[in-house]
């Protein structure tokens, strides 16, 4: 079974401090990888995503992020946080194969609270 | 271009009654995806359907049933509601099975 672990729950930091939210996932197939963003009482944003190519993937608004296949990790990472990043991250993962082809798996997610 | 659509909004039950919400895809989008999002938790997979056929289904019991329609939008229902089926259900719409799923903005269901 395909397993994602958001290893904090919650992640305070002050404004334009740097940020790094991690994920862990368990797979023994290739996989595809996500980050979403959920702000109160909405749906989920994608942010950004790895699905080949080179490790080291960026969002439009300063977000990256590194997949690290011996660690099995992807790890989010912003240089300087604005208070408007405050949000509910999810880290998810996409099986390409078997019977589990095409569905989500998420992880439980991490609140980042950016302070003034 | 329009996002993901989903309808109502927020919608309140009582126990044992029953429910349908509804989710339009993106334009050209062909799957379907639907999530139970409990509160404090990450969404949980229920179903998947791609060209009006079911490609998936998650650990829920029978009481869920879904299906998609020749224009691609789809249906969830939920019989016999239960005080533990209260959630954000998710809408996601993507090109094909394995593509990039997109979310829609969700129906937050409460049972009483």
């Known amino acids: 079974a395909q397993s994602v672990t958001q290893l904090d729950s919650q992640v305070p930091v002050f404004e334009e401090a740097p940020v790094e939210l991690r994920c862990n996932y368990s797979?023994?197939?290739?996989?595809?990888l996500f980050w979403y963003v959920q702000y109160p009482n909405q749906g989920l944003q994608l942010l950004l995503k790895?699905?080949?190519?080179?490790?080291l993937v960026e969002s439009i608004n300063g977000f990256e992020a590194e997949f690290n296949k011996s660690q099995t990790s992807f790890h989010l990472r912003k240089p300087s946080v604005h208070i408007s990043d405050t949000a509910e991250y999810f880290c998810a993962v996409a099986v390409l194969r078997g019977s589990t082809l095409g569905r989500l798996y998420f992880g439980r997610g991490t609140q980042l609270t950016v302070w003034p | 271009d329009a996002g993901v659509t989903q309808s109502p909004t927020h919608l309140i039950k009582t126990r044992g009654q029953q429910v349908t919400l509804r989710c339009s895809p993106i334009?050209?989008?062909?799957?379907v995806s639907w999530y139970q999002q409990v509160l404090g938790q990450g969404p949980q997979f229920i179903f998947q359907?791609?060209?009006?056929?079911?490609?998936g289904r998650g650990n829920f019991p029978d009481r869920f049933s879904a299906r998609q329609f020749p224009n691609y939008s789809s249906e969830l229902n939920v019989n016999a509601l239960l005080l533990g089926d209260s959630a954000l259900y998710l809408c996601?719409?993507?090109?094909?099975?394995?593509?990039?799923?997109?979310f829609g903005p969700g129906t937050r269901l409460t049972v009483l």
């Open positions: 996601a719409s993507s090109l094909e099975e394995t593509d990039t799923q997109y």
């Open positions: 359907y791609y060209e009006k056929e079911e490609r």
């Open positions: 334009s050209g989008h062909k799957s």
């Open positions: 797979s023994s197939v290739s996989v595809y």
């Open positions: 790895y699905l080949s190519g080179s490790t």
